[in-house]
């Protein structure tokens, strides 16, 4: 199962910083931080010396999490010597379960910054929300590739309805059981 984390997260990495595939259909590549949350990052790092302990665990915490997700051949082993629950629950794309977690705490990372590091300098607190702002406006333009995806592939409303009758759900109980139990 983990053999193929390296390759997994070496085809993740070919969208870093890059704007989301026409359809969004390419889900390993699409599925990253956004530039606005790579900007937190960046600002939680510069508040470093002056931040509080807040802002240092979430860094330190997101440091770890982007570590995990490297694409060197030592990430490789270290997901290879972790629990095999550790394995099951992150699949081969443990992007998909690290990226949500970065994105909570790439914004508290700045609003810790601003409120230690930079309340005394409106020069670089004026230029870091431009920033914000352009990476959070850049960011709502490529979700709609998203949306726009998921009405391409949505149900019609009669399949939907069929799908959710009483008649189909015995059926997706007895699939369910089929899977086991750990």
Request: aromatic letters at 12%.
């Amino acid at each position: 199962m983990l053999g193929s984390v390296h390759e997994v997260l070496e085809e993740g990495w070919k969208g870093f910083l890059r704007p989301v595939s026409a359809n969004a259909t390419d889900l390993l590549a699409d599925l990253h931080l956004s530039p606005g949350l790579w900007v937190c990052f960046v600002l939680g790092l510069l508040g470093w010396k002056k931040g509080g302990w807040g802002l240092r665990i979430l860094i330190l915490a997101s440091i770890c999490l982007v570590a995990l997700l490297m694409r060197a051949p030592f990430v490789t082993d270290v997901w290879r010597a972790m629990p095999v629950w550790v394995g099951r629950i992150t699949d081969q794309w443990p992007a998909q379960r690290f990226y949500p977690i970065l994105s909570a705490f790439a914004p508290f990372a700045a609003l810790l910054t601003f409120e230690r590091a930079w309340a005394q300098r409106p020069r670089i607190s004026t230029a870091a929300i431009c920033l914000l702002l352009v990476g959070g406006i850049w960011s709502g333009y490529e979700a709609r590739k998203f949306l726009h995806r998921g009405y391409r592939v949505a149900a019609s409303p009669s399949h939907s309805r069929q799908l959710a009758a009483r008649q189909s759900t015995a059926l997706s109980v007895y699939s369910y059981a089929m899977l086991g139990t750990p």
